[in-house]
């Protein structure tokens, strides 16, 4: 391999790892220094990542300094975002402001020990997050929701979880210091400034009702809804369980990732382990494909868990429960038969 392209495929390989790390590390249930670590490794992973695109993509431009140092993270973010919206005016700003955001509480985390701010920055992490999906999957063709299936999940506070229920003025008054107060007010203030350039995509990122979509909220729906609230009392709304199903009668789950395992608790690869080990003369042929596609259509068997419902490109998995096991087992044993 040469060595620009080497540099650029061990940039991108740690930038991914730190990306998992910041997960993993962000969805344990008990852990102390949450975010400062998280937003430590997330900072991490953009930096890589920055630095190779532009080892990449912007042949004029070098990650390495003239004392062989490499490039900071703000010059590398400054380096995509000029190439991105050179090619598509502001496709890149609100992934540029979000970016910078983070690095403000990274960098200031001192003044903050004492305030509660997770809501606020796990709405811009969770959005980051996001964003570094497809940024990998955009320019480096590396799907890694598919690969490893880890969701960002709300932990802390109430869900559901939407924005506009912590950015109003009102909200803002439960943060004591000086420095928390003027942090949040700076991300309504970005978020005002991209909706003043005419760029809906935020900074910030919240969850529906419903755990296989997010809520995409614009700057518009944010603004609109901050100036309605601002006369009125910050409202934190209570919801401790979600349906999946329509049917009023339906088994009520926990809207947790861990809640969610108990029942949805097989991967694909899960599911071929077990039949390799389950089903006798197994073989992952046309029929297994075939009673897959059909599992895949029942609610009872199988769950599609997408990071944003409202974009039809955006990272999916499927898991599946104990029942569709049996009902492959079943099928597969009948119909093997039948063929031979």
Not at 136 to 153: A, C, E, H, T
Request: proline share 3%; with cysteine; net charge neutral.
């Amino acid at each position: 391999m040469k060595k620009r392209k080497m540099i650029q495929s061990n940039l991108i390989k740690n930038s991914i790892a730190a990306y998992f790390a910041a997960i993993e590390i962000h969805n344990k249930p008990n852990i102390a220094y949450r975010y400062e670590t998280v937003t430590l490794l997330l900072m991490n992973a953009w930096e890589l990542a920055l630095k190779a695109y532009v080892r990449k993509y912007i042949k004029n431009r070098s990650i390495f300094t003239e004392d062989s140092h490499t490039i900071s993270a703000d010059v590398a973010l400054a380096y995509v975002t000029e190439h991105r919206n050179a090619i598509k005016p502001n496709s890149f700003t609100a992934v540029q402001k979000n970016i910078e955001e983070i690095e403000k509480y990274r960098n200031n985390i001192t003044h903050f020990y004492c305030e509660e701010l997770e809501p606020y920055i796990f709405m811009l992490v969770a959005r980051s997050a996001l964003n570094y999906v497809d940024f990998v999957k955009n320019y480096f063709s590396k799907d890694i929701m598919m690969d490893d299936g880890l969701f960002i999940m709300p932990l802390g506070f109430k869900l559901p979880f939407c924005p506009e229920d912590f950015l109003s003025k009102n909200s803002a008054k439960y943060a004591a210091s000086p420095e928390s107060r003027a942090f949040i007010q700076d991300i309504v203030d970005v978020i005002k400034s991209l909706k003043d350039d005419g760029i809906e995509d935020s900074i910030v990122l919240g969850f529906d009702i419903y755990l296989e979509s997010v809520k995409k909220a614009t700057n518009s729906d944010i603004l609109a809804a901050i100036t309605s609230a601002d006369q009125a009392d910050a409202t934190f709304t209570k919801v401790t369980h979600a349906h999946f199903s329509n049917d009023p009668n339906a088994q009520v789950y926990n809207m947790n990732d861990e809640g969610f395992r108990e029942n949805w608790k097989y991967t694909h690869d899960d599911v071929k382990r077990w039949a390799k080990e389950n089903i006798r003369d197994f073989k992952q042929n046309p029929l297994f494909y075939t009673i897959m596609g059909e599992i895949k259509k029942n609610p009872d068997f199988a769950y599609t868990k997408r990071l944003d419902n409202q974009n039809a490109k955006s990272a999916a998995k499927t898991f599946y429960t104990d029942n569709a096991l049996e009902y492959l087992r079943e099928q597969y044993l009948k119909r093997a038969n039948i063929q031979n």
